[in-house]
């Protein structure tokens, strides 16, 4: 079974089966409680195995979800996507709902109700976009993000009744849309590739990095980091006592269930396996659900949940000895700090201090005055010859004590999440170079170990400071040249300049503070890690111009300003002569590529007529002994087939370049809708999509550059 395409769908409303995508195109599909006898269709019952049904896909299996997506039926419906289509399947009657191209695949599906619409959705992530079909394949709903969605889930994230939808994508963000507006963007350290609803609006996620935790709102619970891959996440209330807990599994084969609160394991397990999926359902049909997990290998275990006096039971190892250890661990580490301490304590007494300096054993000890003081600074390098420009963090002590060690903890700035320097010769005063790879606000903890040069123990300080989300940008002087951008964004506030001005304070890592008493503003910045140019200027009217090379950067402008400022609609006009070009290509090339794909599927057609016609002429010869005709039909036969092969290499050559095309197209459409807040940009979105429907790409062009139709 595939990791991440296990589901469970009661598909005659009552039964509920599991279900999985395997290696052979096929989907598996297991009733235990009555048999599925099928006429003609896709699906075929398991000789071998009469409670396994087997759906021929014949496709890569990208993504499966169950549910009920026509209210009136009161049954399942199974939906499965492929890198090209989505088949939405009636599984008690073995036929086709709806079968619907999907130009830019179906990564990963969901099906429910989003909003206020009264029907439910089967919402599909895809290449960059989103798609929600209804039960008969209309798509009434589509919007775009950042790149491709890996995970989706529909959950009451603002506690306001009504679900919104929340999106996990390979650009490392956790986007949440209100219908098909974002109203929240967070920024995760790697690729998110799973989500899941738990309770109260909290809901869990999994990186590809092995990381998996749980958010409420914009808040962080708790995260954990391990070696090993999360394959399947999921809240399930295991241990009966009426809160969800965190379900994941693991890429070792391990389960283990933890506290969505504080995230501590209150189950552990093992499968023999890859975990493949985790799910729900009253598989006994006893009126209990279970916790279903299913393994690579095809291994089902159901767990129920615990009563909630057996609680501390779940636990495979006896709770006392695990309290006993935890206890005798801490007991050790005070001692041992309790050691240090008296061992200091002897050698301050031992060797009183004259005229205000340190004993000689104290230093050794690593007793420093108690007024020592851990100073720190953010500051800008622009960098020299073999150096590059950097942010650098600049630690320092107040006294003549030294600085052995730092250790700098940061989601995404350093591999591995941290960084420690030991400078060759220490001094009081150490320098750390920091480059955020992207505009975002990143806290570092510092850990700083303080003593002198000949110290055997060393005092840590701990300590953190936030860089601002645009530390990288250097404020250029205003008697300085600086290149020109060639994209501007112009945009219309009714706003104060001064406030502007304390937003520039607060994102940007300036020397000095920008002064508050000018009417109009007009200043540049240089990028550290490109040197292109960000220009901000305000005229009269509340006009405000933002000029860049980069329309991703202008989007990271707008949004910070637009929060800052608590903006709730903001339109712009839009100058990127390079993007827009771009568009026209990549909509020429797009159109191109479609084509072409259609031209190969059509030979395809006319090939498989004539391959009916030459196996029916060869086995008429063999039948006939005329083993002269035989070979010619067969040779001809194999000709066909080596074209056949020939042609579905370049259709899947065509394919990859199609995706890769839609992408950036679907990619400047969300360039083009963050330049926009609110409604401004829900208008951008849908009516780009209009455009490209249309083929118009003036209109495209037009609805990019000014924001309307």
Known sequence: MLAGRITIGEYDGTHPCITAATTAEKVLIHNPHQRMGFMAGRMTTNQANQDLSMLNINQKILAIAAGRLNLALNRDTLLIGTPTNLLAYDVENNSDVFYKEVADGANTIQIGHIGARETPLAIVGGNCSLQ??????????????????NSLILTDYSKNGQNELIVGSDDYEIRVFSEDEIITEITETEAVTALTPVQDGRF??????GTVGVYEKTTRWWRIKSKNQATAIFAFDL??????????????????????RSGEVVFKENLGSSVAGLTEGDYRLDGKMELITCSTDGEVRGYLAAAPESKQNLMDVNVEQETLRELSSRKQNLLLELKNYEVNQRGANSMPSKSGQPPVAGEELGTIPAQTQLQTALAINLGSEGKQAHVEVTLSTSNNTIIKAVLIFAEGIFEGESFVVHPKEVSSTICVPVCPPRDQPVDLHIKVLVGYANSTHFHVFELTRQLPRFSMYSLVPRDSESPTAEGEVTVSIKERVQRIIMWLNQNFLLT?????????????????????????????????????????????????????????DLGSTVSFPQEISKIESLLSRA????????????????????????????????????????????????????????????????????METLKEVNQIIQKAGRLRIGK?????????RAAIKNKNVNQLIKVITTGNP
């Open 512 to 568: 000095t503070d920008l002064e508050e008493d000018t009417a109009f503003l007009d200043i540049t910045f240089i990028c550290l890690r490109d040197n292109s140019p960000l220009n901000i200027k305000t005229e009269a009217g509340g006009v405000m111009k933002i000029g860049t090379n980069s329309m991703d950067l202008a989007g990271d402008v707008v949004q910070s300003l637009g929060n800052y400022l608590g903006l709730e």
């Open 591 to 658: 159109e191109e590529l479609q084509y072409v794909r259609q031209k190969l599927s059509a030979d395809m057609a006319d090939h498989s007529g004539v391959i009916r016609s030459l196996v029916v002429r060869g086995e008429d010869s063999r039948m006939m002994k005329d083993m002269q005709s035989m070979k010619k039909w067969y040779g001809q036969l194999h000709d066909i087939n080596r074209d056949l092969i020939s042609g579905y290499k370049i259709r899947c050559n065509n394919h990859e370049e199609l």
């Open 132 to 149: 929600g079909f209804d039960h008969e394949g209309n798509d009434p709903f589509w919007t775009v993000t950042g790149d491709n969605v």
């Open 680 to 688: 401004s940009k829900t208008v951008v979105v849908n009516e780009s």
């Open 204 to 209: 869990g996620y999994a990186l590809a990095n």
């Open 239 to 260: 241990d009966g006592d009426g809160m969800k807990e965190m379900i994941t599994g693991w890429s070792s084969g391990k389960i283990d269930a933890r506290n969505d």
